[in-house]
């Protein structure tokens, strides 16, 4: 089944080209840092948004056209889906997709029922896979939709939901391992309260943590040596939720002992919603080794929820790349869990979202490689801290002194007087010169 007959393949044409449907940017195979764009960047297209999204929202029914989905929820339908998705990432030239469970295949009226549902689609996903040469880059289990989770699926208060939860999670790590999926992802949608009146915090997160430890021995036993990632969001659809941030997330892990196990996936709009920004995030998970991959998209500044767009902005993508040439990306990628506006319902459309997302991150890989280059940002950097590199700021970082210790410098010394300026402002107009270079 075609679903885009009058697409052509995406090339790469050019800064100069005023081709909608053609790269001015991102040039597969050229090589930045050693590595070429395609190694880098690792593009994965999401199969919720992209080939279940409808354009519904709250206020209104859906508009997106699509017309390989006869819009039922059978198992026909979900296998003729799947083409039509390998030929969008064909025709796209992405490397990846992720997809959770529930996405690919529908629930049936009982788990043994579910399970040979995803099973008859997993065939159909594994022959493309063959015949496209398109991986896996991540699955994960859907459990936040179905009614069953309203009160969480690892920290409900229903034994059997839990026990549920474990089992589905058990089918969609098996079905990521059969189709050679890099990482398994965890997003806890549900797993946080809304009212602690009716709550045992520390229940729950006892309950999760031991949930964690469950999928770990069970990938051992399967033969799954992909990465595990959590991926962090402080609300929406529930007021706290548990992974509410990176800190939030590695301090979980270190108190029920999954640093071995987990790193995160990190999103741009959830950082935004933690009242952070995405270089923030990323370098708080990286500089802790952390750091696994990332959602890519952004959020709009005059709305205060997940809107999940895809991402235009060149200081944003330049920031994120920075931060992904320090500390590294693989097995993880850049992955466009980003969804059309409700007004872009054509499935050209498709195509002209990702072309742009696709252009802004290999854009911003090309400034943010320049700027490393040139030590634009490092060199400074070392200047402002050159105080700890000698003397009494050495004998700090080496744990050699006490407040004892200090107290007499500082009583020798008198008073303390800064020794180099913050610069702000020089270095914003430094990375402006860097956007107007490349």
Known sequence: MA?????????????????????RWYNAEEVVEGKSMKEHLRFTVCYWHSFRGTGADPFGGPTMQRPWDDGSESV???????????????KLGVPFYAFHDRDVAPEGSNLSETN?????????????????????????????????YMHGAATTCNADVYAYAAAQVKKALEITHRLGGENYVFWGGREGYQNLYNTDMKRELDHLGAFFHMAVDYAKEIGFKGQFLIEPKPKEPTKHQYDSDVAACLNFLRTYDLMDHFKLNIETNHATLAGHTMMHELDCAGMQG?????????????????????????????????????????????????????????????????????????????????????????????????????????????????????????????????????????????????????
């Open 290 to 438: 952390a750091l696994g991959s990332i959602d890519a998209n952004t959020g709009d500044m005059l709305l205060g929820w997940d809107t999940d767009q895809f991402p235009t902005d060149y200081y944003l993508t330049t920031q994120t790349m920075l931060m992904l040439l320090k500390y590294g990306l693989a097995p993880g990628g850049v992955n466009f869990d980003a969804k059309l506006r409700r007004e872009s319902f054509e499935p050209v459309d498709l195509f002209h979202a990702h072309i742009g997302g696709m252009d802004a991150f290999a854009k911003g890989l090309k400034i943010a490689a320049a700027i490393r280059a040139d030590r634009a940002l490092d060199g400074f950097v070392e200047k402002r801290y050159s105080s700890f590199d000698s003397g009494i700021g050495e004998k700090i970082e080496k744990g050699t002194v006490n407040f004892k210790d200090l107290e007499a410098y500082m009583l020798g010394k008198g008073d303390a007087e800064p020794n180099v300026s913050g610069r702000q402002e020089m270095l914003e107009n430094v990375i402006n010169r860097y956007l107007d270079m490349i």
């Open 76 to 90: 026909e339908n979900a296998c003729n889906r799947v083409p039509v998705a390998f030929e969008f990432f064909e």
């Open 116 to 148: 040979a549902n995803l099973d008859k689609v997993a065939d159909v996903l594994e022959a493309e896979q063959k015949r496209s040469g398109v991986k896996l880059l991540w699955g994960t289990a859907n459990m936040f939709s179905h009614p069953r």
């Open 3 to 23: 679903g885009f007959p009058d697409i052509p393949q995406i090339a790469y044409e050019g800064p100069q080209s005023d081709n909608p449907l053609a790269f």
